[in-house]
């Protein structure tokens, strides 16, 4: 079974340009997330989906970030426009809610933002 | 004061001896607590997650629960050079919530 998948690895852009990450959750996982990591930091939560609702988005930046996931599957991130304060690691990680999944979360292999 | 607190380290540890990671949270209400392992330029992997009070054993690792005192702990015995990495503490108050540390560095010296 494929794990999350996201692309691209790395992206490097200049401030004012905008940004995407793409993220494809293990299947049939319902609930799926979007985290910022900055160097020696723990993952930040930006946006919390449960199938296609975003049910909580409360640390998104939402004069410049946006986030959709459409048919509760697939989900891009956007940043529009960088700020050289973005560079960080942008982590999705996707679980199912299921008595046996026992609220554990999986991650992909990450984005590695620079805004030069 | 944060959620999840953890010492940042590094921690030194000779090979084979033992690796105590310590990890404190501040919501009560906490059920769920997880220890991801990342390694450098790497996604976290979860290495054990516990539910109940008390001790948890997955081969090497073993996590210790207290939540009276809201404390989870995490020991690596046998520690091997493949085991320096970053070891994150995360709790979960509720179902797909999660509090992560800034993690502790362990490197482990031949």
């Known amino acids: 079974e494929a794990g999350v998948v996201q692309s691209p690895r790395y992206k490097i852009i200049e401030k004012k340009q905008p940004v995407a990450f793409w993220c494809n959750p293990i299947?049939?996982?319902?609930?799926l997330y979007w985290y910022r990591q900055n160097l020696g930091q723990g993952p930040e939560l930006l946006i919390r989906y449960e199938n296609e609702e975003a049910v909580d988005d409360s640390q998104l930046p939402k004069d410049r970030f946006s986030a959709e996931r459409l048919k509760g599957v697939d989900s891009t991130l956007k940043i529009q426009p960088a700020e050289l304060g973005d560079s960080a690691v942008y982590l999705c990680?996707?679980?199912?809610?299921?008595?046996?999944?026992?609220?554990?979360?999986?991650f992909g292999a990450g984005t590695r933002l620079s805004v030069l | 004061q944060k959620e999840v607190e953890q010492n940042s380290g590094p921690l030194s540890v000779p090979e084979g001896a033992i690796a105590s990671l310590n990890c404190t949270y501040s919501?009560?209400?906490?059920?769920?607590f997880f220890w991801y392992r990342q390694y450098s330029g790497k996604s976290p992997e979860l290495i054990m997650s516990?539910?109940?009070?008390g001790d948890k054993e997955d081969g090497r690792f073993t996590a210790q629960l207290n939540k009276a005192s809201q404390y989870v702990s995490l020991l690596i015995r046998d520690s091997q050079p493949s085991d320096s990495a970053t070891y994150l503490c995360a709790v979960s108050p509720s179902w797909g919530k999660f509090q992560f540390g800034a993690g502790t560095q362990v490197v482990v010296t031949p």
């Open positions: 990680a996707s679980s199912s809610r299921t008595s046996v999944a026992k609220n554990i979360q999986y």
């Open positions: 516990i539910y109940s009070n």
């Open positions: 919501d009560r209400v906490s059920q769920s």
């Open positions: 299947s049939g996982h319902n609930t």
